[in-house]
């Protein structure tokens, strides 16, 4: 509980998220007649996304939690975080809309799930005044 109390808000919105993704994705994303698939068996879209969403989670929360810092090559963590979390629910979100069917709650929570980790990615980014990877700018001061 202290190491919790230790994070920021980017953080806790990213430690939320990251549980959020990985209880949606062992329940079911699509049922139909009372058979339901969850998200580990929705498609390789769907096992990127959340991997991808995972390792945005595992990128922001690494240095404040376990003191490793963990990085993409020469980008930041909260950088490294933004770009794989934000690729992770855009394959989620391409799952949730090339899939004809019934959705499930799962499906739901992930959505969700990667949306608070993408965003919490973003603030991290902001928050350290570093360059929004892949769209550039200057650092902030």
């Known amino acids: 509980m202290e190491k919790w109390s230790q994070l920021g808000r980017s953080g806790k919105l990213a430690a939320v998220g990251g549980v959020l993704v990985l209880v949606g994705s062992l329940l079911p994303w699509y049922s139909w ?31 404040p939690l376990l003191g490793n810092r963990l990085t993409l090559g020469s980008m930041e963590p909260s950088q490294s975080a933004l770009v794989v979390s934000a690729v992770g629910e855009a394959l989620i979100l391409l799952r949730l809309l090339t899939w004809v069917s019934v959705i499930g ?30 769209i550039g700018g200057r650092e902030q001061s």
């Open 33 to 63: 007649r009372g058979f339901g698939i969850s998200g580990w068996g929705s498609g390789i879209l769907a096992i990127l996304g959340m991997l991808g969403v995972l390792a945005g989670a595992v990128f922001l929360l690494s240095e």
């Open 105 to 134: 709650f799962g499906l739901i929570l992930s959505v969700v799930g990667g949306l608070l980790v993408a965003y919490g990615s973003f603030q991290a980014v902001k928050e350290a005044g570093v360059p929004i990877p892949l």
